[in-house]
């Protein structure tokens, strides 16, 4: 299970942190994603942190202004989004893998939490 908080609305230029707990014994063994969909457009990939070594990567819409990170002691994962932008508006999406590496492929993610509206007002 993958409860989600954080998100809202805020102005362009501003920062957001979500926020993503999970329950299960094997969160830190596995890959934890980030996607988001706008309105009329497809699910997409953001951000995704490795289970084996925290590797990291990210969509080039938002590298350099979005942070993926992971507390396995509080089995929660972290999306700190700076310099946002209006195309930034949209329903953000943490997912978990049954796997350790990166993958970035919305069907390659078996577990999802609920969608959080983040708004960024121009």
């Known amino acids: 299970q993958l409860v989600k908080s954080g998100g809202g609305l805020v102005q362009a230029g501003g920062s957001l942190r979500l926020s993503c707990a999970a329950s299960?014994?094997?969160?830190?063994?596995?890959?934890m994603g980030w996607f988001r969909q706008a309105p009329g457009k497809e699910r997409a990939f953001v951000a995704a942190?490795?289970?084996?070594?925290?590797?990291?990567y990210y969509a080039g819409s938002v590298k350099g202004r979005f942070t993926i990170s992971r507390d396995n002691a509080k089995n929660t994962v972290y999306l700190q989004m700076n310099s946002l932008k209006p195309e930034d508006t949209a329903v953000y999406y943490c997912?978990?893998?049954?796997?350790?590496?990166?993958?970035?492929?919305?069907?390659?993610?078996?577990?999802w939490g609920q969608g959080t509206q983040v708004t960024v007002s121009s």
């Open positions: 942190i490795s289970g084996s070594d925290d590797s990291t």
């Open positions: 997912a978990a893998g049954r796997v350790s590496w990166l993958i970035i492929t919305r069907n390659e993610y078996d577990y």
């Open positions: 299960g014994r094997t969160f830190s063994a596995v890959v």
